[in-house]
């Protein structure tokens, strides 16, 4: 409660009444008032100090009669994963937010990217209850920009998610001469021990010396957790020998908080 009524308080306000409360107790500073002059800097903090200890002891709207919701009073919200991509050129980005803010869309995650010359994004925007029905408005409203192509779904329902098993996140990484069908090798690797791919990135760069073609890939990946990662290593090295490319995998934390809602930490395992 004290946490959200500091937030009321003006910033300077809040920093210069916050450091004088550690320097004095709370009750200390309440305290020292009656023998402050009309003009000490410390009384203002006093004063300060005091409207936030009786708006706790106030409730929820505290004396100046101000809503603070509580976590009870947060709407529910529902997920939108919209796909757009067109030529490329500057403002796009501008005028797509532009239309998801008024038909009351929140971006909460995106991926951008410019492949050759065209520009692809990739959201998920939330609504709460009041304006998911204007989530409908959104796709015709993006198809207005000239060239876009978009698509959109609402992401799986919340307990689709909560019954997956639990797994452990590692970090791949790929790197070698291109050639055809080096993510496909690798992804049907994948899938044949279990793993769910979260997050892959690819690109290719000129070699500095022999004119080759070197190509890279980076992921996140989720494996089962009866599944060893000092095996999985191991079984990889027929696959780099038979491609001609060095891949490795690495320990990383649990992602307190990744894209496209993965699992919950409740689900995961290091």
């Known amino acids: 409660m004290q946490a959200r009524l500091w937030r009321l308080l003006p910033r300077p306000r809040c920093l210069h009444t916050l450091a004088s409360s550690f320097s004095l107790p709370s009750h200390g500073l309440l305290n020292s008032r009656?023998?402050?002059?009309?003009?000490?800097?410390?009384?203002?903090?006093?004063?300060?100090?005091?409207?936030?200890?009786?708006?706790?002891?106030?409730?929820?709207?505290?004396?100046?009669?101000?809503?603070?919701?509580?976590?009870?009073?947060?709407?529910?919200?529902?997920?939108?994963?919209?796909?757009?991509?067109?030529p490329d050129r500057p403002g796009i980005v501008a005028r797509l937010t532009k239309?998801?803010?008024?038909?009351?869309?929140?971006?909460?995650?995106?991926?951008?990217?410019?492949?050759?010359?065209?520009?692809?994004?990739?959201?998920?925007?939330?609504?709460?209850?009041?304006?998911?029905?204007?989530?409908?408005?959104?796709?015709?409203?993006?198809?207005?920009?000239?060239?876009?192509?978009v698509s959109t779904r609402w992401t799986s329902d919340e307990r689709e998610r909560e019954t997956q098993p639990l797994r452990k996140f590692r970090r791949i990484s790929l790197h070698g001469a291109d050639n055809p069908g080096l993510v496909y090798n690798v992804t049907e690797y994948l899938f044949g021990h279990g793993i769910n791919i979260e997050n892959l990135e690819t690109h290719t760069e000129e070699a500095p010396f022999g004119g080759t073609t070197l190509f890279m890939m980076e992921g996140l990946i989720a494996m089962p957790v009866e599944l060893s990662t000092s095996k999985l290593i191991h079984n990889l090295d027929t696959l780099q020998t038979t491609l001609g490319v060095d891949i490795t995998?690495?320990?990383?934390?649990?992602?307190?908080?990744h894209k496209f809602h993965t699992a919950s930490p409740a689900q995961s395992i290091v």
Not at 59 to 65: L, M, Q, T
Not at 70 to 86: E, F
Not at 125 to 140: G, H, M, P, S
């Open 99 to 149: 239309r998801v803010l008024e038909c009351g869309g929140n971006v909460a995650e995106s991926r951008m990217a410019r492949l050759a010359g065209d520009f692809t994004i990739l959201m998920l925007i939330t609504f709460d209850v009041t304006t998911a029905r204007k989530a409908e408005q959104l796709q015709n409203s993006l198809l207005q920009i000239e060239g876009l192509q």
């Open 34 to 86: 009656p023998a402050l002059s009309h003009d000490a800097p410390l009384l203002s903090d006093s004063n300060a100090w005091q409207k936030v200890r009786s708006a706790t002891a106030a409730g929820p709207s505290g004396p100046w009669n101000l809503h603070v919701p509580t976590i009870h009073s947060l709407q529910p919200i529902q997920q939108l994963v919209v796909t757009a991509s067109g």
């Open 249 to 257: 995998i690495s320990n990383i934390p649990i992602p307190a908080h």
